[in-house]
């Protein structure tokens, strides 16, 4: 028997979907008025990107747009517009060699992962590294000491730092509040007349906390009037208060990598109840992407879901409640009409509709938890004996329940029992602090020597543990397992060579890569008693390139590495260096062959 509600409950989803995107029906948050055209592309070649602002990462939105350079390192880079570079840095991860240039216009841009800049920056640079004995610097600037002109040379593009592949990193950045500010929003030279595409949708049951569940898995299927839950016309549930979550990536025109979305909102039965928007975003509240996707779900392999509400602990500026902070009430068994719209920074549009409708023939019995609640934006503290975990309020984006499990066997440099605090698939905002009793005596001599170690699976994290009377201390951005341990082995520093004194005349420049079972903290390199800039990019291999510092002649070089408790080695070598002659190539005359002509087979052929 066919049921007449689910008939008009269709009728009216469709009336309401047309309705909808009739022109003028749409409202919800809109992006500031942005300056066209009065940035240019940074780059000679053509306009392209491998990422944009708000493309997913590990603890971050990326922050601006990477911009490709064919492949290729030493392209120029240049100016966006005019101003004044008020700002560089270099360091070993990160924005590797990066420039910001302040314009009067109230903005400020920033072009990273470069090699070497512009010549007198670039000896700039050098003379205040040599002058503080350090390579990884930030300085910054008057407007009168760097002023540029809009397309004027300021480096060489490269693949320093965090990056892993030629490109250059480009930001637009509000000067007073240093938010980034989403690039394609000023008009960059990128079209783009594709829309986003839905591939999932999440359903969250928002009794649980979302790290003490799974989530329920929807594929969706794009249609000539916009995505459906495939083979779903009614999604019926059990649950009374939940929220979604979707799976969605864009593409501008002409290029097939995948970039993140721009912006969602959220509407039940046509009454708007909360969107999201990655229009501007600060370095300050960049990990709170941690709290706007399905950690747990990511973390253990999945995908990206971008929550489609508001944790309690998340408290960044992406989110815009119109009715709530994204959790849906069902109060009734009435069929409802869901609509999620999604937009990139073009405006390309995509809408997915659903109905949806509570069941109680469906209703599960909510598993009953014993153990200690951690809550969002209130303090935390777990006590055991001989270990404590303190969570300050901001570290937790949802309530979860307490796990702690201590394992009593240790050897070797082991000084405490492993105590392990929930699982680090459950993200951590803010830093938390855990304190540890020995359970072993320490002597005196090795109290300074002493480190604490979070595991988990694969990723490792070594602080060196502060004494608070009988208690180690140190702080973690990530639950775990942690154990303390005693640390006297010092680095180990390759060799440069052998014999008395080593010739490098053949070589152009030198490398070490020392090792450290807690990771090095210093490293330093004297030519003569005077310090010599080794680069550390990507923090491996410590590099110097023959310059002239260092010309013909024979030297003393020595180097010093420190690890984090201060074990450090120190290793001295002779060297020289003279113009450098390649061995001849010995020539071996070919022996000459006499070759004999050729005999002719006669050839016969017979009668038949």
Known sequence: MKRPDLHIAVFLFCFIAIFACLPGNVSGQTAEKYPK???????????????????LRSNHWHMGLDMRTARKENLQVYAAAAGYISKIRVEKFGFGRCIWITHPNGYTTLYAHLNNFFPALEQYVTEQQYKQETWAIELEFSKEKFPVSKGQFIAYSGNTGGSQGPHVHFEIRDTK???CINPMLFGMPLPDNVKPSL??????????????????????????????????????TGLARLSFGLQAIDKISGASNENGIYSARVFFDEQPVIGFMLERISYAGTRYMNAHIDYK??????????????????????????????????????????????????????????????????????????S???????????????????????????????????????SGNAVSAVHQVNEASVPVHSELTVRIKPDRAIGAEVKDKIIIQRTFRNSTDITKAI?????????????????????????????????????????????????????????????NGEWLRFTNDKGRNHIYNFDERCPYGVYQLTVTV??????ATTKTWWFKRYPYIPPKKKVTKKKTVSKKPAVKKKVTTKKK
């Open 199 to 236: 591939l999932k949708l999440a359903l969250y049951d928002r009794s649980r906390s979302i790290y003490e569940q799974s989530a329920q898995i929807f594929p969706l299927r794009n249609t000539d009037s916009g995505y459906i839950i495939y083979k779903t016309p009614v999604l019926r």
């Open 562 to 567: 420190e690890d984090i408790v201060g074990n």
């Open 37 to 55: 055209n009065y940035f240019r592309w940074p780059l000679n070649i053509k306009p392209e990107i491998v990422a944009n602002l708000g493309e």
């Open 467 to 527: 004494w608070e009377g009988e208690w180690m201390s140190a702080r973690f951005r990530d639950f775990g397992f942690f154990q303390a341990f005693i640390d006297e082995e010092p680095p180990v520093i390759n060799e440069l060579g052998k014999g008395d004194t080593i010739d490098l005349s053949p070589v152009k420049r030198i490398v070490f890569t020392p090792t450290d079972n807690s990771g090095v903290k210093n490293f330093r390199a004297e030519l």
């Open 297 to 370: 779900y990511r973390f253990n392999g999945g995908p990206y879901f971008q929550n489609l509400f508001q944790l309690p602990g998340d408290h960044s500026s992406v989110y815009y409640h119109e009715s709530g902070d994204g959790v849906i009430r069902l109060a009734d068994t009435a069929i409802h009409t869901v609509r999620v719209e999604v937009k990139d920074a073009n405006g390309n549009t995509s809408q997915l509709r659903f109905m949806l409708q509570y069941d109680d023939k469906l209703v599960r019995p909510a598993a009953v938890m014993q």
């Open 372 to 410: 200690q609640q951690f809550t969002p934006n209130y303090v935390s503290l777990l006590e055991k004996p001989g270990f404590e975990i303190y969570l300050p309020e901001t570290c937790l984006y949802d309530s979860v329940h307490s796990f702690y499990y201590r394992n009593n066997s240790f």
């Open 177 to 179: 509040t240093e938010e």
